[in-house]
């Protein structure tokens, strides 16, 4: 079965320090994976998507995530955080097995402190 | 890019009320998808839909849900007894066969008084 973990509820960052919001992920099959970020009281806005090509993948705003196999993680990162970033990050995995349904993971509440 | 279209934004109602919740799809779909997201908690898959018909649900999709295109474009969740823990933001989501990923709607955010 699929599964994604998010390692942290809350992260606090001061503005213009690196952020890295942690993702481990259980897959049966060749993984395809995501970061999504939802600011308070909006939609779902996708950052950036791993779907077996680079394991590097760029996304919007500076952001960035890297696919590494043998940690089982897909950890999202930017160099300098933002006030603007300040939002709950959902890592999802894609699962095959079925219609490709997402598995959210339980969410990461950014704050970044001025 | 393509963008999925939820009616209403968000909608209050009645304990024991029916509601009916709509997606406006983009041309060229495969699935559709229901999701719903308590307030505070994370997005929960409840059930896929493709060529007219329910391919996949979750334990969460009870009886008291349905989801069909009742006109052969828009795509509906229904809720036929309302509860007070159905109150939730409801997505809807769609895959296009050209993109590796779903498109989500906004979003409905359900009250159930």
């Known amino acids: 079965a699929q599964s994604v973990t998010q390692l942290d509820s809350h992260v606090s960052v001061s503005e213009g320090t690196p952020v890295l919001l942690r993702c481990n992920y259980s897959?049966?099959?060749?993984?395809?994976l995501f970061w999504y970020v939802q600011h308070p009281n909006k939609g779902l806005q996708l950052l950036l998507k791993?779907?077996?090509?680079?394991?590097l993948v760029k996304g919007i705003n500076g952001f960035e995530a890297e696919f590494k196999k043998s940690e089982t993680s897909f950890h999202l990162t930017k160099p300098s955080a933002h006030m603007s970033d300040a939002a709950e990050y959902f890592c999802?995995?894609?699962?095959?097995?079925?219609?490709?349904?997402?598995?959210f993971g339980t969410g990461t509440r950014l704050k970044v402190l001025a | 890019e393509p963008e999925v279209t939820q009616t209403p934004s968000h909608q209050v109602t009645q304990m024991g009320q029916e509601v009916i919740l709509r997606c406006v799809p983009i041309?060229?779909?495969?699935?559709f998808y229901w999701y719903r997201q308590i307030l505070g908690q994370k997005v929960e898959f409840l059930v896929s839909f493709y060529n007219n018909e329910i391919s996949e649900k979750s334990e969460i999709f009870d009886d008291q849900f349905s989801v069909e295109r009742p006109d052969g474009s828009n795509f509906t969740l229904k809720i036929r007894s309302t509860k007070l823990e159905d109150s939730a933001m409801y997505f809807c989501?769609?895959?296009?066969?050209?993109?590796?990923?779903?498109?989500f709607g906004p979003g409905t955010r359900l009250t159930v008084l």
């Open positions: 989501a769609q895959v296009l066969a050209q993109y590796n990923e779903q498109f």
């Open positions: 897959s049966s099959y060749s993984p395809s």
């Open positions: 791993y779907t077996s090509a680079a394991t």
């Open positions: 041309s060229n779909h495969l699935y």
């Open positions: 999802v995995v894609s699962d095959p097995s079925g219609t490709y349904k997402y598995i």
